[in-house]
């Protein structure tokens, strides 16, 4: 007999989400592993590069805590974070207040539907090509899903998401494509949740926030930005991330995330501080990936593939005109390993994901075989 848990059967909220897509992998990988020189993984855009020797300090000099942190975040912290976007991004007229440490974005963009207390009465809307967790988030609170780029036509939805510039794609929507949905956002009383973990990674133009003045007129009101340390300091074991922007909502979100104990550990507060405090690892980041682009890119045009949209963040969205599952076959062929671009939406059953997250000896590696 299944055991339930009032009333529902155990196991029903697994049942409700997608396969996890990387356990989809598992024979391509072990193809890819199986050459001879080693697999190239360009699949998760997991960081490789060492953690900056002022953020390790910070945190082993905080690493004597013993008490609870704090789910508002330390002052220095939030002011940390306004600081480092009005510098890094020109984001102006931030309070401290309005910003939130998360235990990882993922962990909030998974949780943000339920955390704002929708349901199956409400519509959540992704882009056509979005990050997985959008949809396992709607899908967790039981709300309506809706994948539609720019202003949605037809029922008003609840929240509505960005990604500038988007994974899986790198497409970066320009400030005229932001302020329309904001104005639309704003008119119809929609969230407007812009998730902004590439920002600081635009290659052949600057992306914008929608908190930035020339998107929103200086006016947070019904706006969300979700920002990561995981690309930007290589910060991704460390769970490090915050959310900004309205400061009605970040205060509704802090009163739930403090009954529910989602504390961000008080060493990795002081480490956010001293990566949000310090320019220079972060852009030594951002050159060692934009180094690996300009190697990687001409490499995969050369084999014959067609990269597009691809104009920021850490990703290359490339098809050979074929199934995405082919495609992948064919890369594991010569040990390399990408994303299937159907991970991302239908829209994406012709592409592949590559991830510029390799060391620069596997990047070569990359170059190498393809073109062989």
């Known amino acids: 007999m299944q055991s339930t848990v009032s009333g529902r059967s155990r196991g029903s909220v697994s049942a409700s989400l997608p396969e996890f897509p990387w356990d989809t992998l598992a024979d391509v990988t072990a193809k890819a592993r199986a050459h001879p020189d080693g697999i190239v993984d360009l699949s998760v855009g997991t960081p490789v590069d060492p953690v900056a020797p002022v953020i390790r300090d910070a945190l082993t000099a905080a690493a004597g805590a013993p008490g609870y942190p704090t789910t508002a975040g330390t002052p220095a912290l939030r002011a940390s974070a306004a600081a480092a976007l009005a510098r890094r991004y020109g984001i102006t007229g931030l309070a401290e207040s309005a910003v939130l440490p998360v235990i990882g974005t993922k962990e909030l963009i998974a949780w943000l539907p339920t955390l704002l207390g929708l349901g199956a009465d409400d519509l959540v809307v992704v882009p056509e090509l979005a990050y997985p967790t959008y949809e396992v988030g709607a899908r967790l609170a039981g709300t309506q899903l809706l994948r539609a780029d720019g202003v949605p036509s037809g029922a008003v939805p609840a929240l509505v998401y960005l990604n500038s510039p988007s994974n899986p794609t790198g497409r970066i929507l320009g400030e005229d494509e932001l302020r329309t949905v904001v104005d639309w956002a704003r008119g119809h009383g929609v969230l407007l949740v812009s998730d902004e973990c590439y920002l600081g990674l635009g290659w052949t133009e600057q992306p914008r926030s929608i908190l930035h003045p020339a998107v929103c007129g200086g006016d947070h009101t019904g706006l969300l930005a979700v920002h990561s340390l995981s690309k930007t300091s290589s910060l991704a074991g460390y769970r490090a991330g915050f959310v900004a922007g309205d400061p009605a909502v970040v205060a509704e979100l802090l009163a739930v995330r403090k009954h529910a104990g989602m504390m961000v550990p008080t060493p990795v507060q002081a480490a956010m501080v001293a990566a949000l405090d310090d320019d220079a690892h972060e852009r030594e980041q951002r050159d060692r990936y934009a180094q690996r ?46 994303a299937p671009g159907e991970f991302y939406g239908p829209a994406g059953a012709e592409h592949v994901r590559v991830a510029l997250t390799a060391t620069d000896e596997r990047i070569t590696a990359a170059v190498h075989r393809l073109s062989d």
């Open 293 to 338: 682009r300009a190697v990687l890119l001409p490499a995969l045009q050369a084999a014959g593939f067609t990269v597009e949209l691809s104009d920021g963040g850490l990703y290359l969205w490339a098809t050979r005109g074929e199934p995405c599952r082919r495609t992948v076959g064919w890369l594991a062929d010569r040990g390399i390993l990408v």
